[in-house]
């Protein structure tokens, strides 16, 4: 159990530190507003990211309990997706790019709501929860709806402590990215094989 928690921490933190559009706008928001809200956006994001829990965590138990073969299917589509994740990032440019010019000014609430609405309407990240979540589901005994929220609650902690450096961070991480443009492929292919091994844990458990 132990260990199934502690990879599915190791691949939460992967996956936070790859630049995407979350961690992308808790760092310009940073450097153009300030940290504190930086940090505001960061804990709308994390907010948003209950209600997904809650979703998968309720939608799937029953999926669990009703028709286990459909789990299957589900297991079987969350490994499609993910390597198709894999896919995109290999297809993507590794050059991190971010621009503040054209951010404008908003309060620490402002930023708040925009972080809990740029991810509770995200369909993408409903359907990550879906792949991700069910393949680390720890226990045969406990119930599994308890089961995804302690997932939720990891990856939320996780997110947050990651999110939250990022955004107290801003000036020295930009200034890094600036100078050292290895850091984008680094990233980028880190993000490849976290993808691809957790797919792979799914196929052959």
């Known amino acids: 159990m132990i260990e199934t928690l502690l990879s599915f921490a190791l691949a939460t933190a992967t996956l936070a530190i790859s630049p995407g559009p979350d961690n992308i706008f ?3 928001q940073s450097i153009v507003n300030g940290k504190n809200y930086g940090l505001a956006t960061v804990l709308g994001l994390m907010t948003g990211c209950i209600i997904h829990t809650t979703l998968v965590a309720f939608g799937v138990s029953e999926v669990i309990k009703r028709n286990p073969n459909l789990f299957f299917v589900i297991k079987l589509f969350g ?12 297809k993507s440019d590794s050059t991190i790019t971010f ?9 620490t609430f402002s930023l708040f709501k925009t972080g809990f609405w740029m991810n509770v309407l995200n369909p993408k990240v409903t359907i990550f929860f879906l792949a991700f979540f069910p393949q680390f589901l720890f226990s045969e005994k406990l119930n599994s709806v308890y089961q995804f929220y302690v997932l939720g609650c990891i990856f939320i902690l996780v997110s947050f402590v990651i999110f939250s450096g990022i955004a107290l961070l801003a000036g020295e991480i930009s200034s890094y990215i600036k100078k050292n443009s290895n850091i984008g492929a680094f990233l980028k292919w880190m993000q490849i094989v976290v993808f691809i091994s957790i797919a792979v844990y799914i196929l052959i458990s």
């Open 79 to 90: 490994a499609c997706y993910l390597l198709y994740l894999a896919y995109m990032v290999f």
């Open 26 to 28: 808790v760092l310009t």
């Open 99 to 107: 621009s503040t010019n054209t951010i404008e000014k908003k309060s």
